[in-house]
């Protein structure tokens, strides 16, 4: 493994007892939640949450998602969306596969403005095998996704990402929580 490789996949921790008492309670909750985070935001702003897709194409995995989805493939299904109330964005998310079933399904290629919970989640609890976590800096890849997506981005933010299994074959969805966010709790 090469040494940029080794960094890029160094700066998430795994979801760990141990490693999640380092990070603050009101991230660690988030980070921690097993149910739909569009179902917990609408909740804790009172509002419906905004789904503004900003990709939904073929495009280029970083090299950590690559990893995390223990694939080869440099390319596959690339999703980025922002989610926001009144305006304000409260968080980023960005969906990655690889495989041709996720990419032939009808309810992936039909979700539009529909927050990939309600899809993971129509049957109750979503199937995930992995969960990493991350204070998400600028030298990070997936940091060119909250650039290009939200004005203004502050300097860091923390994210999760899950490997779910959605019609057997797997899918990494990455969220980054925004200050936003994490100012209302």
Known sequence: ?????????????????????????????????????????????????????????????????????KTENFSGQVREVVLSADGVEFMVARTVFVSRRLRRAETLRALGCRPLGALLFSRGHAK???????????????????????????????ARRTLYLLYGAPICVTEVMLSSLLRRL
């Open 1 to 69: 493994m090469t040494k940029d490789r080794q960094r890029h996949r160094a700066d998430w921790q795994p979801f760990t007892p141990q490693a999640l008492s380092r990070v603050p309670l009101a991230v660690r909750s988030w980070v921690k939640l097993t149910s739909s985070m569009t179902k917990r935001l609408e909740r804790v702003t009172g509002k419906p949450i905004s789904v503004t897709v900003c990709r939904d194409a073929p495009g280029s995995l970083e090299r950590s998602e690559q990893s995390f989805l």
């Open 128 to 158: 995930w095998r992995r969960r990493d976590f991350t204070r998400l800096t600028p030298r990070l890849p997936i940091w060119r996704c909250v650039q290009a997506n939200v004005p203004g981005s502050p300097k860091g933010a923390w």
